[in-house]
């Protein structure tokens, strides 16, 4: 518990110290209040957790309620009151709390506990969309235009995340988010975020020696040449489709297997993995190499289950 509120102190700590835009007497609830009310559903994973919490500190006898005791709020906003405040709060300014979290939780000693695969960290990257319309927009917005003309206007971030296998937690990182850049012409873009990303925080995270996880839209040679760079590892999805050199490239070669029979309640399954080393990611005489792995899933009548490869660094 004491862990806990040292790591609410944080979040507090940093929302006191968010640029307040208000001008004169108007300062009922403090910054530190209003970001912690914002952060509070989050946490306790409740939509509707501030408006309890209202009625506790409204209703006669109740005592103390929640937002008192364990977020050491003194008065509770309004849903409106922290839109307005908080809506207009730059990104970056909680940037240093992901920092602060990730070496509380190294102090601790539990850094051992994020570990994987022989030691590695595995840091999860993936784009998330948090707003589309087709009718509001802004300078940020990224936009997609449908065959009938019609514009939609959307935000995404890609978000990195501490994660460890049979773990129903992660712990967040730094994120980037796809936005116009100053000096390019072209739309912003997942892989060009994530690029940002490692330029801008790799060389904090090399310590944990990790291995980046991602999706198919990942594992193409400019991102996987920009982890190379940084000194790290990464794991993406490698699908057929997009990947039409690789997969021409295991035709009518002897692709190395293993089989495995488990047994899961009353069921039983079988795992296959097929793996090559030196598989090129692309076409070209400059393309990157890289170790390819499948995984396929079949159960007693040979149906597949499962099915996913893999594109990992080699050497």
Known sequence: ?????????????TCAGLVDKRQGRNTQFSMRDIGLAGFSPFMMQ???FLSHQRQICEGVGHGRSNCQTLFGMER????????AMLDDVEPTSLYGLFDEVLAAVERAGAAPSLTGLGGHTLIAMDGTQYFASNKLACRNCSTRTHANGQVDYFHTVVAACIVKPGKNWVLPLRPEF???????DKQDCESRALRRWLE????SYSHLDPVYLGDDIYSKQPVCEAVRAAGAHFLFVCKPDSHKTTYEYLVGVEVPSLSKTVKRGKKRFTYTWRWMSGVPIRDGK????VNWLEIVIR?????????????????
């Open 1 to 13: 518990m004491g862990f806990l509120n040292d790591l609410i102190d944080c979040v507090g700590r």
């Open 46 to 48: 409740c939509p509707s």
């Open 76 to 83: 509770i906003p309004s849903d409106n009151h922290i839109r």
């Open 178 to 184: 796809v936005e116009p850049q100053q000096g390019y």
């Open 200 to 203: 801008l925080n790799a060389a």
């Open 286 to 289: 400059d393309a990157l190499e």
């Open 299 to 315: 159960d007693s009548n040979a149906k597949i289950t499962y099915r996913n490869s893999v594109a990992r660094q080699s050497g």
